[in-house]
């Protein structure tokens, strides 16, 4: 693993240590959390300690800078997660918030520090089409697609296509399951409906053993190349619910239940060896017997994860290029079957020859 990648790895399962490091080792450190959203993460864990005070003023300014931009950014989320709420609160529906915004209105340890780009929610499937024209007629827009974009999120995805208030440029998600339908994974999204959480005002999040199974999923089951905020995430939140009775048998069940069986175990598997999460060696044990791949199928993704999840610094982007694009071409076999892919791949190519502006799908 690359230097600045080691070194960043363990200033954040060690914040203690990094006061300690040389001034060419801390820029590293900041420019790569800053790279990887992790700054204002790592800032919350030294103010923790109490070490702030021990760094150089530069680096506390940059560290403040980022504190300073999450707090901004956790007051947008809230008032977006607000706006939502309350434009669909007349539809008596179960609306289920995902990932950041999940982390952020259930108060949990994982959302420190964290940047939001989008807000996601999951409904009912049969509530889908009722969702998207309420928050459209509240002023929620669609970007403009062409007519293959449309029929990608519809027919294939998890999600209707993204909406944009015209107000105030979020992006909301709309999902209604947490895996795209197309792929051979097959979610019992009701299941995970009738397990949420409530957290107030009419708002619910996933029960800790599907949040951390969507963890695993969002991660493992798409591009895990540069998200080693997403894997810090999974680590928080088998730290957290971990301590919970009956957890770890629960999500063994749960996975084998959505079919997430394979992305669970890689989660356990490296948020041991890179985050130092403490699991429970029959957790893993168990997991490894009902989910792991073949000997040959995990000696190459120990490669490409380890090689990928953390970004190149710029001087040594070079270094990873096949891992980060065996991991990319990965997400689409996975995602899709070979004959949908293959059509898929066709439309974009075309797309690109033509010049056009097509919506980014995947």
């Not at 680096?59 to 669909?88: P, S, Y």
């Not at 005002?201 to 089951?221: I, K, N, R, S, Y």
Request: contains cysteine; hydrophobic residues 45%; charged residues 20%.
């Amino acid at each position: 693993m690359e230097e600045v990648a080691a070194l960043l790895l363990h200033s954040m399962r060690d914040p203690a240590s990094v006061p300690g490091l040389g001034a060419e080792a801390l820029d590293d450190v900041l420019h790569a959390a800053r790279q990887h959203a992790l700054l204002a993460r790592l800032e919350h864990d030294l103010a923790g300690l109490g070490v702030l005070q021990d760094l150089p003023e530069a680096a506390r300014r940059q560290f403040a800078n980022a504190r300073v931009r999450a707090n901004a950014n956790a007051i947008t989320l809230c008032f977006e997660i607000d706006r939502v709420r309350r434009a669909l609160t007349d539809l008596g529906i179960r609306i289920v918030l995902l990932k950041g915004a999940a982390y952020r209105r259930a108060g949990l340890s994982v959302a420190r520090g964290r940047v939001s780009v989008d807000l996601d929610i999951l409904v009912s499937v049969a509530d889908i089409g009722r969702v998207e024209r309420t928050l459209i007629d509240r002023g929620w827009q669609a970007a403009e697609m062409n007519r293959y974009d449309q029929h990608y999120y519809r027919d294939w995805m998890h999600e209707i296509p993204p909406l944009v208030h015209g107000e105030r440029g979020i992006e909301l998600d709309v999902h209604h399951t947490i895996f795209p339908p197309v792929s051979e994974i097959r979610i019992d999204s009701e299941t995970l409906l009738a397990a949420a959480t409530p957290v107030g005002d009419g708002l619910w999040v996933l029960g800790p053993t599907d949040m951390v199974l969507h963890a695993a999923a969002h991660l493992f089951q798409e591009n895990p190349a540069g998200h080693l905020r997403d894997l810090l995430d999974l680590h928080d939140l088998l730290t957290l619910f971990g301590q919970h009775a009956g957890f770890w048998e629960n999500l063994i069940e749960r996975a084998g239940r959505h079919g997430l069986g394979r992305p669970l175990y890689y989660g356990l598997r490296y948020a041991v060896d890179l985050a130092g999460t403490a699991i429970p060696a029959a957790v893993l044990n168990r997991a490894k017997a009902l989910f792991a791949p073949n000997a040959v199928q995990l000696r190459v993704m120990d490669w490409l994860v380890r090689s990928a999840i953390v970004a190149g610094s710029p001087g040594q982007a070079s270094a990873g290029v096949l891992p980060r694009f065996m991991l990319f071409a990965r997400s689409h076999w996975i995602k899709m079957p070979p004959a949908v892919l293959l059509g898929h791949s066709l439309v974009k190519i075309i797309h690109r020859m033509r010049g056009k502006s097509a919506t980014d799908t995947g």
